[in-house]
């Protein structure tokens, strides 16, 4: 069955650079920049260049080319106080956090932004930053038995008055949050999005996430990726939506597109991929079946740590705005993007790219006899609550 949805516009994220060292792990010149000044003007450029989203990281520990960090749900906080439409999602981790506590923080942070905070919830890969903050750190799998609860909590705290829900890891009585989160029309709580490749990710995410995230791939790995997905979406009688990372070189020709990745991949912090590349790809290993998020990333793939390359958003705007429409064809909804200088690639990709997508769509709708409306938001395509 295809996931396409033609009648509704795609929507733009960008990823937050909320750690140091830029979206590539390369020496390349990266006119970016991980502290709050920077990071504020950058979320007022995307919200009136067309971006409706903002996805920031969760990163505790230097690691892999990102020797500092801001935490990842305060700087959403104050990026959504220094907007106005920009919607921002909070990365974190179940592991981290009690999702009593994160529901409330994200009901006050809903209120102070008019219904515009949202999470992406990350089952974590990175070990060392759970051991040596002396927390248990769960099997791959198991780490999904924990994420599928604690989003569940989130929901039930979020929707229900006197929740309680009795599972392996949390225990929730009679629970009232009120406020309660802002009522937004169409959609019935913050949304929740969700990160991972693994085969326990996909169907966690399809029973309990509104939106997939993949890592970057190509048409064929994008399918396969969300059929997943779809297969236990399909079986709780829910449908989420589908989000695709893509690293963004556009310029005025091809070959100079081409030659900037070039000169990112031969400027590569050679021991800072590689490192990284052991860590992650023993995450992956000690899944049931092997397949881990970065199980078939080559070198050049890490150099973007997830997977940006592989979805080819390089040449032209044309180029771009042209493969961005193929990937609409087969199920993206939302494409999450990250560029070498964002303040200027975030502005140039709303003049640039953006208005030749739009045409495009409308288009590939006319084609197949569905009614295209540009303004249009999703409203109506949240899960039911049907295994919720
Ligand atoms: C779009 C996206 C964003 C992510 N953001 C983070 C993050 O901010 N911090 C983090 O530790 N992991 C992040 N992850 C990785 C997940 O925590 C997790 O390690 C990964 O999805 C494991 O995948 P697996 O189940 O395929 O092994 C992200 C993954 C995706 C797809």
Request: aromatic share 12%; proline share 4%; charged share 25%.
């Given at each position: 069955?295809s996931?396409?949805d033609?009648?509704?516009p795609?929507?733009?994220?960008?990823?937050?650079?909320?750690?140091?060292g830029?979206?590539?792990?390369?020496?390349?010149?990266?006119r970016?920049?991980?502290?709050?000044?920077?990071?504020?003007k950058l979320?007022?450029?995307a919200?009136?260049?067309?971006?409706?989203?903002?996805?920031?990281?969760?990163r505790?520990a230097a690691?892999?080319?990102a020797?500092?960090?801001?935490?990842?749900?305060?700087?959403?906080?104050?990026?959504l106080?220094?907007?106005?439409?920009?919607?921002?999602?909070a990365?974190v981790h179940p592991?981290?956090?009690?999702?009593g506590?994160?529901?409330?923080?994200?009901?006050?942070?809903?209120?102070?932004?008019?219904?515009?905070?949202?999470?992406?919830i990350?089952?974590?890969?990175?070990?060392?930053?759970?051991?040596?903050?002396?927390?248990?750190?769960?099997?791959h799998?198991?780490?999904?038995?924990?994420?599928?609860?604690?989003?569940?909590?989130l929901?039930g705290?979020?929707?229900?008055?006197?929740y309680?829900?009795?599972?392996?890891y949390?225990?929730?009585?009679?629970?009232?949050?009120?406020?309660?989160?802002?009522?937004?029309?169409?959609?019935p709580?913050?949304?929740?999005?969700?990160?991972g490749n693994?085969?326990a990710a996909?169907?966690?995410?399809?029973?309990?996430a509104d939106?997939y995230?993949?890592?970057g791939?190509d048409?064929?790995?994008?399918?396969?990726?969300?059929?997943?997905?779809q297969?236990?979406?399909?079986?709780?009688?829910?449908?989420?939506r589908?989000?695709?990372?893509g690293?963004v070189?556009?310029?005025?020709?091809?070959?100079?597109?081409?030659d900037?990745l070039r000169?990112?991949v031969?400027k590569a912090?050679?021991p800072?991929?590689?490192?990284?590349?052991?860590?992650?790809?023993?995450?992956?290993?000690?899944?049931k079946?092997?397949?881990?998020?970065?199980a078939d990333?080559?070198?050049?793939?890490?150099i973007?740590?997830?997977?940006?390359f592989?979805?080819?958003?390089?040449?032209t705007?044309?180029?771009?705005a042209e493969r961005i429409?193929?990937?609409?064809?087969?199920?993206?909804?939302?494409?999450?993007?990250?560029?070498?200088?964002f303040?200027e690639?975030v502005?140039?990709?709303?003049?640039?790219i953006l208005p030749?997508v739009?045409?495009l769509?409308?288009?590939?709708?006319?084609?197949?006899?569905?009614?295209?409306?540009?303004d249009?938001?999703?409203?109506?395509?949240?899960?039911?609550?049907a295994g919720?």
């Amino acid at each position: 069955m295809s996931v396409a949805d033609l009648s509704t516009p795609l929507k733009f994220a960008y990823w937050v650079p909320n750690v140091s060292g830029g979206l590539v792990v390369s020496t390349i010149e990266q006119r970016t920049s991980w502290d709050f000044d920077y990071n504020r003007k950058l979320a007022r450029i995307a919200e009136d260049a067309g971006f409706e989203y903002a996805l920031s990281q969760t990163r505790y520990a230097a690691s892999y080319g990102a020797d500092k960090q801001h935490e990842a749900t305060s700087f959403s906080l104050a990026l959504l106080a220094a907007t106005e439409r920009l919607k921002v999602i909070a990365a974190v981790h179940p592991g981290m956090w009690h999702p009593g506590v994160l529901a409330k923080f994200i009901i006050t942070a809903d209120h102070i932004s008019n219904g515009r905070a949202a999470v992406n919830i990350v089952s974590g890969w990175l070990k060392a930053e759970f051991v040596n903050f002396g927390l248990e750190w769960l099997e791959h799998d198991e780490r999904y038995v924990r994420t599928e609860e604690f989003i569940r909590v989130l929901r039930g705290l979020w929707t229900e008055q006197g929740y309680s829900q009795s599972g392996k890891y949390y225990d929730i009585t009679d629970f009232t949050l009120s406020p309660p989160p802002v009522d937004v029309p169409g959609r019935p709580h913050p949304e929740v999005f969700f990160g991972g490749n693994s085969t326990a990710a996909q169907a966690t995410a399809g029973r309990v996430a509104d939106w997939y995230f993949s890592n970057g791939k190509d048409l064929d790995g994008f399918r396969e990726n969300i059929a997943g997905v779809q297969a236990s979406a399909t079986a709780a009688g829910r449908r989420p939506r589908y989000g695709l990372n893509g690293f963004v070189i556009a310029r005025d020709s091809e070959k100079e597109a081409r030659d900037t990745l070039r000169e990112i991949v031969a400027k590569a912090h050679r021991p800072a991929v590689e490192g990284f590349r052991d860590a992650v790809q023993e995450a992956g290993a000690s899944t049931k079946d092997g397949k881990g998020m970065w199980a078939d990333s080559s070198f050049e793939d890490l150099i973007q740590y997830n997977d940006g390359f592989r979805t080819q958003l390089i040449g032209t705007p044309e180029q771009i705005a042209e493969r961005i429409v193929e990937y609409k064809k087969i199920g993206v909804n939302l494409f999450l993007t990250c560029y070498l200088h964002f303040q200027e690639e975030v502005a140039a990709f709303g003049t640039d790219i953006l208005p030749i997508v739009r045409e495009l769509e409308a288009d590939a709708a006319r084609r197949a006899g569905v009614d295209f409306d540009p303004d249009e938001t999703l409203t109506g395509t949240h899960p039911s609550k049907a295994g919720v």
